[in-house]
Protein backbone atom coordinates (compact mmCIF):
# COMPACT_ATOMS: atom_id res chain seq x y z
CA UNK A 1 0.00 0.00 0.00
CA UNK A 2 1.42 3.36 -1.36
CA UNK A 3 2.26 5.85 1.99
CA UNK A 4 0.09 9.37 1.96
CA UNK A 5 0.63 12.20 3.69
CA UNK A 6 -1.90 14.25 6.27
CA UNK A 7 -1.90 16.97 3.19
CA UNK A 8 -3.14 14.29 0.98
CA UNK A 9 -5.06 12.26 3.45
CA UNK A 10 -7.19 15.33 4.19
CA UNK A 11 -8.01 16.47 0.02
CA UNK A 12 -8.93 12.30 -0.29
CA UNK A 13 -11.65 12.49 2.65
CA UNK A 14 -12.59 16.28 1.02
CA UNK A 15 -13.12 14.83 -2.56
CA UNK A 16 -15.42 12.65 -1.02
CA UNK A 17 -17.45 15.42 1.06
CA UNK A 18 -17.24 17.65 -2.05
CA UNK A 19 -18.75 14.69 -4.09
CA UNK A 20 -21.01 13.19 -1.73
CA UNK A 21 -19.45 10.14 -1.96
CA UNK A 22 -20.73 8.40 1.10
CA UNK A 23 -18.27 5.32 1.40
CA UNK A 24 -16.33 5.36 4.44
CA UNK A 25 -12.83 6.08 4.46
CA UNK A 26 -10.07 4.49 7.08
CA UNK A 27 -6.92 6.53 7.75
CA UNK A 28 -3.81 4.51 9.47
CA UNK A 29 -1.27 5.76 11.14
CA UNK A 30 1.74 5.93 13.52
CA UNK A 31 0.26 8.00 17.00
CA UNK A 32 0.36 11.56 16.94
CA UNK A 33 1.00 12.87 13.13
CA UNK A 34 -2.08 14.94 13.53
CA UNK A 35 -4.78 12.65 11.72
CA UNK A 36 -7.59 13.54 14.32
CA UNK A 37 -6.82 17.42 13.98
CA UNK A 38 -7.11 17.37 10.31
CA UNK A 39 -10.75 16.09 10.42
CA UNK A 40 -11.52 18.56 12.80
CA UNK A 41 -9.61 21.43 10.62
CA UNK A 42 -12.50 20.31 7.61
CA UNK A 43 -15.08 20.35 9.65
CA UNK A 44 -14.54 24.08 10.82
CA UNK A 45 -13.56 24.80 7.36
CA UNK A 46 -16.46 23.67 5.99
CA UNK A 47 -19.04 24.41 9.15
CA UNK A 48 -19.88 20.78 9.62
CA UNK A 49 -20.72 18.91 12.37
CA UNK A 50 -18.18 16.89 14.34
CA UNK A 51 -18.84 13.46 16.34
CA UNK A 52 -15.86 12.05 17.66
CA UNK A 53 -16.44 8.68 18.57
CA UNK A 54 -13.75 6.54 20.27
CA UNK A 55 -14.62 2.74 20.19
CA UNK A 56 -12.30 1.83 23.19
CA UNK A 57 -14.81 3.82 25.90
CA UNK A 58 -17.54 1.77 24.26
CA UNK A 59 -18.99 -1.76 24.38
CA UNK A 60 -21.59 -3.47 21.96
CA UNK A 61 -24.28 -2.24 23.86
CA UNK A 62 -23.45 1.09 24.00
CA UNK A 63 -23.21 1.18 20.04
CA UNK A 64 -26.55 -0.38 19.22
CA UNK A 65 -28.80 0.26 22.19
CA UNK A 66 -30.54 -1.75 25.10
CA UNK A 67 -33.14 -4.00 23.46
CA UNK A 68 -36.31 -4.01 25.21
CA UNK A 69 -39.86 -5.54 23.53
CA UNK A 70 -42.44 -3.72 21.65
CA UNK A 71 -46.08 -2.50 22.82
CA UNK A 72 -47.16 -6.11 22.19
CA UNK A 73 -44.01 -7.81 22.74
CA UNK A 74 -44.00 -9.79 19.23
CA UNK A 75 -40.41 -8.20 18.56
CA UNK A 76 -37.41 -6.29 20.01
CA UNK A 77 -36.65 -2.63 19.95
CA UNK A 78 -33.74 -0.88 20.64
CA UNK A 79 -33.26 2.37 22.90
CA UNK A 80 -30.25 3.87 21.25
CA UNK A 81 -28.07 5.92 22.90
CA UNK A 82 -27.12 9.28 22.56
CA UNK A 83 -23.62 9.08 20.97
CA UNK A 84 -24.42 9.38 17.45
CA UNK A 85 -25.20 12.22 15.43
CA UNK A 86 -28.36 13.95 15.68
CA UNK A 87 -29.73 16.58 13.10
CA UNK A 88 -31.31 18.66 15.06
CA UNK A 89 -28.50 19.18 17.99
CA UNK A 90 -25.36 18.26 15.53
CA UNK A 91 -26.46 19.49 12.77
CA UNK A 92 -27.96 18.20 8.69
CA UNK A 93 -24.05 17.73 7.59
CA UNK A 94 -21.16 16.39 9.47
CA UNK A 95 -18.40 13.79 9.64
CA UNK A 96 -18.69 10.76 12.49
CA UNK A 97 -14.86 10.39 13.20
CA UNK A 98 -14.87 6.65 14.71
CA UNK A 99 -11.66 6.82 16.19
CA UNK A 100 -9.00 3.80 17.53
CA UNK A 101 -11.15 1.45 15.11
CA UNK A 102 -8.33 -1.05 15.01
CA UNK A 103 -7.87 -1.20 18.84
CA UNK A 104 -11.45 -1.76 19.44
CA UNK A 105 -12.40 -5.74 20.73
CA UNK A 106 -13.65 -7.72 18.08
CA UNK A 107 -17.47 -7.65 19.28
CA UNK A 108 -17.35 -3.67 19.28
CA UNK A 109 -15.34 -4.03 15.75
CA UNK A 110 -18.45 -6.21 14.86
CA UNK A 111 -21.14 -3.39 16.17
CA UNK A 112 -19.66 -0.93 14.27
CA UNK A 113 -19.80 -3.05 10.71
CA UNK A 114 -23.36 -2.70 10.68
CA UNK A 115 -23.44 1.52 10.68
CA UNK A 116 -20.29 1.65 8.79
CA UNK A 117 -21.76 -1.02 5.87
CA UNK A 118 -25.58 -0.14 6.20
CA UNK A 119 -25.03 3.83 7.35
CA UNK A 120 -27.70 2.48 10.47
CA UNK A 121 -27.34 0.51 13.66
CA UNK A 122 -29.95 -1.53 15.45
CA UNK A 123 -32.95 1.34 15.35
CA UNK A 124 -30.58 4.51 14.39
CA UNK A 125 -30.38 5.51 10.79
CA UNK A 126 -27.02 7.77 10.04
CA UNK A 127 -28.50 11.44 8.81
CA UNK A 128 -28.23 11.51 4.87
CA UNK A 129 -25.24 14.70 5.29
CA UNK A 130 -23.28 12.94 6.92
CA UNK A 131 -19.69 10.90 6.61
CA UNK A 132 -17.67 8.51 8.23
CA UNK A 133 -13.87 8.28 8.39
CA UNK A 134 -12.43 5.96 10.83
CA UNK A 135 -8.86 6.24 12.05
CA UNK A 136 -6.50 3.43 13.86
CA UNK A 137 -2.62 2.45 14.25
CA UNK A 138 -0.97 -0.29 12.04
CA UNK A 139 -0.06 -3.37 13.62
CA UNK A 140 3.05 -2.24 13.87
CA UNK A 141 2.74 0.82 16.04
CA UNK A 142 3.14 -1.19 19.14
CA UNK A 143 -0.07 0.08 20.01
CA UNK A 144 -3.68 -2.06 21.25
CA UNK A 145 -3.98 -3.61 18.05
CA UNK A 146 -6.77 -5.59 17.25
CA UNK A 147 -7.25 -7.53 13.31
CA UNK A 148 -10.62 -6.40 11.88
CA UNK A 149 -12.68 -9.23 9.64
CA UNK A 150 -11.90 -8.65 6.36
CA UNK A 151 -15.88 -7.92 5.75
CA UNK A 152 -15.48 -4.86 7.64
CA UNK A 153 -12.08 -3.79 6.27
CA UNK A 154 -13.52 -4.36 2.52
CA UNK A 155 -16.27 -1.69 3.57
CA UNK A 156 -13.43 0.65 3.50
CA UNK A 157 -11.27 3.21 1.34
CA UNK A 158 -7.94 2.75 3.39
CA UNK A 159 -5.09 4.96 3.25
CA UNK A 160 -1.73 4.45 5.40
CA UNK A 161 -0.74 7.83 6.32
CA UNK A 162 3.38 8.93 6.83
CA UNK A 163 4.26 11.88 8.76
CA UNK A 164 6.19 14.96 6.36
CA UNK A 165 7.95 17.48 8.23
CA UNK A 166 7.55 20.03 5.32
CA UNK A 167 3.87 19.14 5.20
CA UNK A 168 3.32 19.84 9.14
CA UNK A 169 5.45 22.87 9.28
CA UNK A 170 3.30 23.95 6.24
CA UNK A 171 -0.38 23.45 7.24
CA UNK A 172 0.06 23.22 10.97
CA UNK A 173 3.12 24.59 13.25
CA UNK A 174 3.33 28.08 10.97
CA UNK A 175 -0.73 28.18 10.79
CA UNK A 176 -0.58 27.79 14.88
CA UNK A 177 2.21 29.46 15.90
CA UNK A 178 4.59 26.56 16.84
CA UNK A 179 7.44 27.90 18.76
CA UNK A 180 10.32 29.06 16.42
CA UNK A 181 12.91 26.80 18.85
CA UNK A 182 10.68 23.29 18.05
CA UNK A 183 10.70 24.37 14.23
CA UNK A 184 14.81 25.16 14.10
CA UNK A 185 15.75 22.07 15.90
CA UNK A 186 13.37 19.96 13.90
CA UNK A 187 14.86 21.56 10.53
CA UNK A 188 18.22 20.82 11.80
CA UNK A 189 16.96 17.11 13.07
CA UNK A 190 14.13 15.60 11.02
CA UNK A 191 14.25 12.43 12.39
CA UNK A 192 13.46 14.04 15.55
CA UNK A 193 9.80 14.52 14.12
CA UNK A 194 8.45 11.25 15.31
CA UNK A 195 11.27 8.42 16.55
CA UNK A 196 9.03 5.93 17.54
CA UNK A 197 10.74 2.80 17.72
CA UNK A 198 8.21 -0.53 17.76
CA UNK A 199 10.68 -2.55 20.02
CA UNK A 200 11.49 -0.08 23.21
CA UNK A 201 10.07 -0.25 26.31
CA UNK A 202 9.64 3.89 26.67
CA UNK A 203 6.02 5.35 26.87
CA UNK A 204 7.91 8.66 25.77
CA UNK A 205 8.71 9.27 22.25
CA UNK A 206 8.72 12.59 20.35
CA UNK A 207 6.26 13.25 17.85
CA UNK A 208 4.26 15.96 15.99
CA UNK A 209 1.30 15.85 19.10
CA UNK A 210 4.40 16.06 22.12
CA UNK A 211 6.36 18.51 19.75
CA UNK A 212 3.02 20.82 20.00
CA UNK A 213 2.92 20.83 23.67
CA UNK A 214 6.70 21.54 24.04
CA UNK A 215 6.41 24.44 22.12
CA UNK A 216 3.27 25.20 24.44
CA UNK A 217 5.37 24.84 27.73
CA UNK A 218 7.74 27.33 25.89
CA UNK A 219 5.48 29.61 24.67
CA UNK A 220 4.45 30.39 27.77
CA UNK A 221 8.02 32.44 28.37
CA UNK A 222 7.68 30.89 32.13
CA UNK A 223 10.78 29.31 32.03
CA UNK A 224 14.47 30.14 31.21
CA UNK A 225 16.52 27.03 29.18
CA UNK A 226 18.46 26.17 32.36
CA UNK A 227 15.56 25.86 34.86
CA UNK A 228 15.04 22.30 35.75
CA UNK A 229 11.02 21.78 35.68
CA UNK A 230 11.68 23.21 32.26
CA UNK A 231 14.02 20.36 31.21
CA UNK A 232 11.93 17.78 33.04
CA UNK A 233 8.71 19.17 31.36
CA UNK A 234 10.58 18.65 27.81
CA UNK A 235 11.77 15.33 29.35
CA UNK A 236 8.28 14.43 30.00
CA UNK A 237 7.36 15.18 26.38
CA UNK A 238 9.84 14.19 24.19
CA UNK A 239 12.21 11.56 26.44
CA UNK A 240 15.44 12.18 28.17
CA UNK A 241 17.80 11.68 25.22
CA UNK A 242 15.79 14.25 22.67
CA UNK A 243 15.33 17.00 25.47
CA UNK A 244 18.75 17.27 26.34
CA UNK A 245 19.65 17.44 22.72
CA UNK A 246 17.03 19.86 22.14
CA UNK A 247 17.83 22.03 25.12
CA UNK A 248 21.58 22.35 24.01
CA UNK A 249 20.30 23.32 20.57
CA UNK A 250 18.36 26.38 22.71
CA UNK A 251 20.89 27.68 24.30
CA UNK A 252 22.91 27.95 21.07
CA UNK A 253 20.48 31.49 20.74
CA UNK A 254 23.39 33.20 23.00
CA UNK A 255 26.18 32.55 20.04
CA UNK A 256 23.71 33.64 17.00
CA UNK A 257 24.50 36.82 15.20
CA UNK A 258 21.56 39.60 15.35
CA UNK A 259 18.69 38.92 13.71
CA UNK A 260 18.04 42.82 13.86
CA UNK A 261 20.60 43.92 11.98
CA UNK A 262 20.22 40.92 9.11
CA UNK A 263 17.02 42.28 8.58
CA UNK A 264 18.26 46.13 8.30
CA UNK A 265 20.18 44.94 5.36
CA UNK A 266 24.00 45.00 7.73
CA UNK A 267 26.68 43.07 6.31
CA UNK A 268 27.16 40.28 8.92
CA UNK A 269 29.39 37.26 9.24
CA UNK A 270 27.73 34.13 8.34
CA UNK A 271 28.18 31.24 11.24
CA UNK A 272 29.85 28.12 9.72
CA UNK A 273 28.12 25.82 12.10
CA UNK A 274 24.84 24.10 10.66
CA UNK A 275 23.24 24.29 14.16
CA UNK A 276 23.48 27.87 14.21
CA UNK A 277 22.01 28.31 10.70
CA UNK A 278 19.34 26.51 11.20
CA UNK A 279 18.45 28.37 14.46
CA UNK A 280 19.25 31.57 12.78
CA UNK A 281 17.07 30.94 9.66
CA UNK A 282 13.90 29.87 12.40
CA UNK A 283 14.71 32.99 14.51
CA UNK A 284 14.36 35.01 10.81
CA UNK A 285 11.57 33.37 10.05
CA UNK A 286 9.61 33.57 13.29
CA UNK A 287 10.37 37.46 12.99
CA UNK A 288 8.24 37.68 9.73
CA UNK A 289 5.50 35.59 10.98
CA UNK A 290 3.33 38.84 10.63
CA UNK A 291 2.83 38.09 6.69
CA UNK A 292 0.38 34.85 7.83
CA UNK A 293 -2.06 37.50 8.92
CA UNK A 294 -2.22 39.79 5.92
CA UNK A 295 -4.30 38.56 3.07
CA UNK A 296 -3.72 41.30 0.31
CA UNK A 297 -0.18 42.72 -0.69
CA UNK A 298 -1.82 46.40 -0.72
CA UNK A 299 -1.67 45.80 3.51
CA UNK A 300 2.51 45.09 3.97
CA UNK A 301 3.58 48.07 4.83
CA UNK A 302 7.05 49.36 3.41
CA UNK A 303 8.85 48.46 6.38
CA UNK A 304 7.86 44.51 6.46
CA UNK A 305 9.18 44.47 2.29
CA UNK A 306 12.31 45.73 3.37
CA UNK A 307 12.82 43.60 6.10
CA UNK A 308 11.85 40.68 3.42
CA UNK A 309 14.14 41.79 1.21
CA UNK A 310 17.19 41.88 3.79
CA UNK A 311 15.76 38.07 5.14
CA UNK A 312 16.15 36.90 1.77
CA UNK A 313 19.51 38.27 0.59
CA UNK A 314 20.94 36.81 3.66
CA UNK A 315 18.96 33.51 2.80
CA UNK A 316 20.95 33.49 -0.89
CA UNK A 317 24.11 33.75 0.79
CA UNK A 318 23.67 30.37 2.33
CA UNK A 319 24.51 27.51 0.45
CA UNK A 320 21.85 26.36 -1.64
CA UNK A 321 20.44 23.44 0.90
CA UNK A 322 19.70 26.16 3.29
CA UNK A 323 18.43 28.80 0.98
CA UNK A 324 16.14 26.34 -0.77
CA UNK A 325 14.72 25.44 3.17
CA UNK A 326 14.68 29.04 4.60
CA UNK A 327 12.54 30.35 1.32
CA UNK A 328 10.22 26.98 1.41
CA UNK A 329 9.62 28.12 5.32
CA UNK A 330 8.70 31.59 4.56
CA UNK A 331 6.41 30.51 1.48
CA UNK A 332 5.07 28.52 4.43
CA UNK A 333 4.12 31.49 6.34
CA UNK A 334 1.78 32.49 3.55
CA UNK A 335 2.28 31.22 0.09
CA UNK A 336 -0.14 33.61 -1.86
CA UNK A 337 1.03 37.09 -0.46
CA UNK A 338 4.26 35.92 0.04
CA UNK A 339 4.76 34.69 -4.05
CA UNK A 340 2.48 37.86 -4.52
CA UNK A 341 5.55 39.80 -3.01
CA UNK A 342 8.29 38.01 -4.72
CA UNK A 343 6.99 38.89 -8.25
CA UNK A 344 5.72 42.44 -7.57
CA UNK A 345 7.34 44.03 -5.28
CA UNK A 346 10.78 42.82 -4.59
CA UNK A 347 13.17 44.99 -7.51
CA UNK A 348 16.44 42.50 -7.17
CA UNK A 349 17.54 40.40 -10.04
CA UNK A 350 19.34 37.76 -7.91
CA UNK A 351 16.35 36.84 -6.07
CA UNK A 352 14.20 36.98 -9.05
CA UNK A 353 17.17 34.74 -10.75
CA UNK A 354 17.01 32.40 -7.99
CA UNK A 355 13.13 31.81 -7.69
CA UNK A 356 12.96 31.33 -11.64
CA UNK A 357 15.54 28.35 -11.27
CA UNK A 358 13.76 27.42 -8.19
CA UNK A 359 9.89 27.54 -8.90
CA UNK A 360 9.41 24.41 -7.05
CA UNK A 361 9.46 26.15 -3.62
CA UNK A 362 6.29 27.96 -4.46
CA UNK A 363 4.52 24.27 -5.23
Known amino acids: MSTINIEQFEKIVEFNIDNNIKRAILGLGSSGIGK??????????KNMG????????????????????????????????????????????????????????????????QLIQDRRLGEYILPEGWFIVALGNR?????????????????????????????????FAYKTGVNPFVISYLNFK????????????????????????????????????????????????????????????????????????????????????????YLLIGSIISRLTSLR???????????????LENAINFFLKLKPEFTVLALKDLVSLNKRLVKGLFIEELDNDDIIDFITENDYIFE
Open 293 to 307: EIKDIDDVDEELICQ
Open 50 to 113: LIDLRLLLYTETDLKGIPFPNEDKTRTKWLTNDILPNVERDGERGILLVEELTSAPKRVQAAAY
Open 190 to 277: PGALHNFVPDSTSMIFASPRTWHAVSDILNTNVFDLDDDILRYKIEGNVGEIECNSFLQFCKLKDELISVDDILAGVDVEIPTEHDKI
Open 139 to 171: EDDNGVFVQMPSPLANRFEIHEIGYDLDIWKKN
Open 36 to 45: SAVIKQITER
